[in-house]
Each structure stands twice: as C-alpha cells, then as structure tokens.
C-alpha cells in the first residue's frame, strides 16, 4: 500500500473502523463527513448522489472510500472525509463512479451547500476501494 495513502488515512477522523475478530482484517463502515447518524449518512449520500447525476449522468451503485490515480504523472489519493487532495480546500464528501467510465470525487463548494465533483478519468485511476461495511 501506498506510504502518503497509509498516512492520509490516519489523518481521517470521521471514519468509522470496525475490526474483524476473525479475519483480523479492518472493515471501513461507510459515512458521509458532517452527517450524524446512518439515516442521516445515508440521506446527504442520496443528495449529493442525486446533485451529481443531473449534471453527469448515470451513476454506479458503488460506493467509493478510497480513488487511488495517476495526477499529473504522480500517484495521488482521494479519501472520503480527508482534506489532504489535490481538488481544492475541504473534505472529500462522496467518491462516485459514472456509467461514463469517469469517477466523480465530490468535495464541498467554498460557501456553498452543494458538492463540486471532479472528475478522474478511468484511465487514470490505479484502484478504488469500495466501503466494506454498510452504516
């Protein structure tokens, strides 16, 4: 694994991990930044789910923690809930893929409500993790 991803994910705060006992792996339970409880994670997703495709397209039903991408020649990460990207200030709010062979990183607008997606195209990307655990 990526040294600068092992570190980004460390600086996550809102992230929920939940340790397996028996697998001994780590499962990341998925979540929105700034949305309180798993009815309220799930509603804001569904919003900005909603904002994204109207202006996109067709949106998969993956649910993205993790874009690992070529930027520029240099390996670089989006993680949900870190500020630590190359997409402006704010946290990264919601990672979707498009039907259209791009992914969609959503981070929050200066002093607007809606996201701003910016896209990566597929051939650009290394990987994406998905959530491992559903709210």
């Known amino acids: 694994m990526d040294p600068a991803a092992d570190a980004q994910l460390a600086n996550v705060e809102a992230g929920p991990r939940v340790r397996s006992a028996t697998l001994n792996e780590v499962f990341m339970r998925f979540f929105v930044p700034a949305a309180g ?8 997703y569904q919003g900005i789910r909603d ?9 998969t039903e993956r649910r993205i923690y993790r874009l690992n991408y070529d930027g520029n020649g240099r390996r670089q990460s989006a993680l949900v809930g870190s500020d630590h990207h190359g997409f402006g200030k704010g ?8 039907c259209d062979g791009v992914y969609y990183v959503c981070t929050q607008k200066d002093g607007m ?3 701003e997606p910016h896209s990566v195209h597929n051939s650009a990307v290394i990987d994406a993790e998905d959530f491992s655990a559903l709210a």
Do not use: C, D, M, Y
Not at 37 to 44: C, G, K, M, R, V
């Open 37 to 44: 409880q798993s009815s309220e994670a799930e509603e804001t």
């Open 51 to 59: 904002h994204v495709a109207t202006f996109v397209g067709p949106i």
């Open 91 to 98: 946290p990264v709010l919601a990672i979707f893929e498009g």
């Open 113 to 115: 409500h809606e996201p």
